[in-house]
């Protein structure tokens, strides 16, 4: 993952920093420069959340991806975006109020409604796969999963040099960071207020990815972060990818030059295209 530095001891709790923690860093460039939005979107014959959606898309572009993560009535953590199975599976109802064995019934479904034969896949096999061929996951946890469930998944797996955990409110980080100060994760820093309240919450900013939202920040917000040596990460997904779209992919590169370092998009065959030229 281009990682050379070697990695640092927490002084606190005796653990062993995440190789994440000195790879994303804006003073470095080898990190991935695109998060694919829900493991792929979009794609015929290839669902969202979708392990083999992961896996054809890391065929051709490096990437992180981001999950969704969700919880079974039997507190199984599985990777669904939604409350309910209708819009990406063959079942119905709510994920909360069914055991993992309800739902391996069932198949995915991609975004042009097709089923395919994928099964819903557990976080733990797709942090075994994401271990073994080095492939970094940022997990959004869904509401109502438990946070410390999703930080025992990781350990459980050693998968902590190739897992993000998403953020939303300085709440969120401060218990993240309390659970495993050797995480990197991506926190909410949209304006210089919320990156102040993260500053003022003891956050080191080594832990931090910074996500700037889905519109444009100014440059000085980008600049103020760096100088910190925080990656900047600007969620295309939505207006942007469709502004894009319309316009032309050389804005991609208009937003990168603005002081963005990594695209979030739901876009990323296009991104990787326009960035490689």
């Known amino acids: 993952m281009g990682c050379k530095e070697s990695e640092k001891t927490n002084s606190a709790t005796n653990s062993v920093d ?23 979107k979009g794609l015929r014959n290839y669902p969202e959340n979708c392990l083999e959606t992961i896996k054809y898309v890391r ?15 039997d507190g ?4 669904l975006h939604d409350n309910t199975l209708e819009r990406t599976t063959t079942g119905s109802g709510l994920v909360k109020n069914l ?13 042009y409604g097709k089923k395919t034969n994928f099964k819903i ?16 996951l940022t997990i959004d946890v869904k509401r109502g999963v438990s946070l410390k469930d999703i930080v025992d998944s990781i350990k459980k797996a050693n998968a902590e040099d190739i897992s993000i955990i ?18 990197l994760m991506s926190v909410s820093a949209r304006n210089n207020d ?23 920040s100014k440059k000085s917000l980008y600049n103020k972060l760096h100088a910190n040596n925080i990656v900047c990460m600007l969620g295309t997904l939505g207006n942007l990818d469709e ?5 032309g992919n050389e804005l991609y590169l208009e937003w990168l030059d603005l002081g963005v370092d990594m695209l979030a998009t739901d876009r990323p065959f296009a991104v990787n295209k326009t960035i490689k030229k």
């Open 166 to 183: 998403i953020t939303y409110n300085v709440e969120q980080a401060k218990l993240v960071y309390q659970l495993a100060p050797e995480l």
């Open 243 to 247: 502004r894009a779209k319309a316009r």
């Open 121 to 136: 896949p557990l976080l733990s096999e797709v942090l075994k796969w994401c271990k073994e061929n080095n492939v970094i």
């Open 18 to 40: 995440s190789k994440l923690i000195t790879l994303f860093k804006a003073s470095n460039n080898s990190y991935p420069k695109i998060s694919v939005h829900r493991g792929g």
């Open 194 to 216: 919320e990156f102040n309240r993260l500053i003022k919450a003891g956050i080191p900013t080594k832990n931090m990815l910074a996500f700037t939202g889905t519109r444009l």
């Open 76 to 79: 199984r953590l599985v990777l």
């Open 59 to 73: 065929d051709s572009i490096n990437a992180v991806f981001e999950i969704d993560v969700a919880q079974t009535k």
């Open 99 to 111: 055991t993992y064995t309800a739902l391996a019934k069932f198949s995915l479904v991609d975004d």
